[in-house]
């Protein structure tokens, strides 16, 4: 095992190296590059030839002992502990074919794992350094809900969510505003282009950021990609069989493919990665043609994969340099609609199992791999977030009614708070400031 810190560098080389504190807490390189590690820790031997069995703790903590330095054995085991308050369990569901489900923590999606673990890691940091942080999130609906859980209650962060006001669905707005503690929710009276102005506005405000740490959450942050590997991990503990493994990821910023792609990395066996998209499918095109044509994304029943412009293939491209390589590594296909309506229906009837919308996309490239490639290993199919989050699009299609879990009941329960806001900077401005300062 590798003893040497491991260092962080932009994809565009223009940054120096830094540690995984500064990458962290930056978010973006100077040099508008996405972080990543210089060398690649080897992992084999101490944990994926011995994987079999392990929790979700126990490899998270070996994983994250591998990638952050500064931070003794006994706090860094008792954060990645805290944060992984939940379990990735793996469902046979049919040929080979298996769904890892990562809804179970306090938002039902897979966000939860990256922003907790990011949210108790930033704290750490802040309290060390005694310093208030002030986390602005600029939100169309679940990257908002996922960081502000993640940062309830978490001392020395409190975290200021901008939404569009009536653009957000009823139960993502119930589990936007119904945090509290040091979580306030902004309901903007505009669009989510908008909120995100704002936030860009505070951002590049000097003056502003003498008075207040400011920092975002955003899905490019290292901090959320890390502890994304841990759930690879996780699925292939369940298996008896870990060679030749596939894992099938529905994608939109591609950043949950990519926290694979590290961990293979670091020696986890997989035979590929395979990536499904809706119509938003500039990767399928950017591997069939060879070009990457970015575009404004078209809305999609599956809509956290409704991403024109995918930031971390910026990423991908940096791990595998030649094409031939990276399609070695990556196969990926694209869904529309209605078959995406279709597959929720078909799993539904035929294997008794509920599909949401992303993962559905997940389930239907799977299927067409196997038969493309004639491959009979088995196809681990990554489940992005509980069906009950998108009842109001895979009811009708199952023509029955899904339960919701406690958490969701819980929030649609409390009463909203949250401040109304215009799209007046200075206002925004004055507001932060009073509130924070
Ligand atoms: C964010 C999200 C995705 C897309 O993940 P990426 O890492 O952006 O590719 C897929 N499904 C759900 C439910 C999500 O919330």
């Known amino acids: 095992m590798l003893k040497a810190e491991i260092q962080y560098h932009s994809t565009r080389g223009e940054a120096g190296d830094v ?22 820790p080897d992992l084999s031997e101490t944990l994926w030839n011995n994987i079999q069995g392990k929790s979700i703790q126990e490899i998270g903590r070996q994983i994250a002992r591998a990638f952050i330095s500064d ?12 944060a992984l308050s ?50 602005l999130v600029a939100t169309s609906g679940d990257t908002g809900s996922a960081v502000g859980q993640a940062f ?10 901008l939404y569009p006001s009536g653009k957000v669905s009823k139960l993502q707005e119930q589990q936007l505003t119904t945090i509290g503690n040091n979580v306030t929710a902004l309901e903007v009276d505009g669009t989510f282009d908008d909120c995100q102005k704002l936030v860009k506005d505070a951002f590049a405000d000097q003056d502003l950021r003498n008075q207040l740490v400011l920092s975002s959450a955003n899905s490019i942050n290292i901090g959320r990609l890390l502890p994304q590997m841990f759930y690879y991990g996780r699925a292939l503990a369940q298996l008896e069989e870990q060679t030749e493994v596939h894992f099938c990821v529905p994608s939109g910023n591609f950043g949950n493919l990519t926290a694979g792609m590290m961990a293979a990395k670091t020696g986890m066996p997989a035979r590929q990665f395979l990536a499904g998209t809706n119509v938003n499918d ?45 399609k070695n590594h990556l196969w990926a296909t694209s869904f529309d609609d209605n078959q995406t309506r279709e597959a929720i229906a078909k799993v539904y009837q035929e294997a008794g199992y509920t599909l949401d919308p992303h993962t559905a996309v997940g389930y239907l490239t799977a ?12 196809i681990v199919i990554l489940s992005t977030a509980h069906p009950a989050k998108f009842s109001d699009i895979v009811e009708p ?22 401040i109304k806001a215009s799209t007046s900077y200075p206002a925004f401005k004055s507001f932060l400031l009073s509130e924070y300062v």
């Open 71 to 82: 931070i003794s054995d006994e706090k860094l085991d008792a954060l990645v502990t805290d």
């Open 367 to 378: 299927q067409q791999y196997k038969q493309e490639e004639n491959c009979d290993h088995p």
């Open 282 to 326: 500039v990767v399928p095109e950017f591997l069939r043609e060879g070009t990457f044509t970015p575009r404004p994304s078209q809305n999609t029943i599956s809509s956290a994969m409704d991403v024109g412009n995918p930031s971390n293939l910026e990423r991908i491209r940096a791990l595998f340099t030649e094409m031939p390589l990276l």
């Open 86 to 135: 939940f379990d990735a369990p793996l469902r046979s569901l049919h040929d080979d074919l298996y769904v890892l489900e990562l809804f179970y923590g306090p938002t039902l999606a897979f966000k939860d794992f990256g922003a907790r673990f990011m949210a108790r890691l930033m704290s750490y940091q802040a309290l060390k350094n005694d310093q208030k942080m002030v986390i």
């Open 397 to 418: 299609v199952i023509d029955a009614n899904i339960e919701l879990p406690p958490a969701l009941k819980e929030s649609m329960s409390k009463d909203k708070k949250s």
């Open 19 to 40: 540690n995984y504190w500064k990458a962290m807490m930056e978010g973006l390189a100077p040099d508008q590059g996405l972080y990543l590690p210089t060398q690649w």
């Open 152 to 161: 309830e209650g978490v001392e020395g962060i409190d975290v200021c969510l």
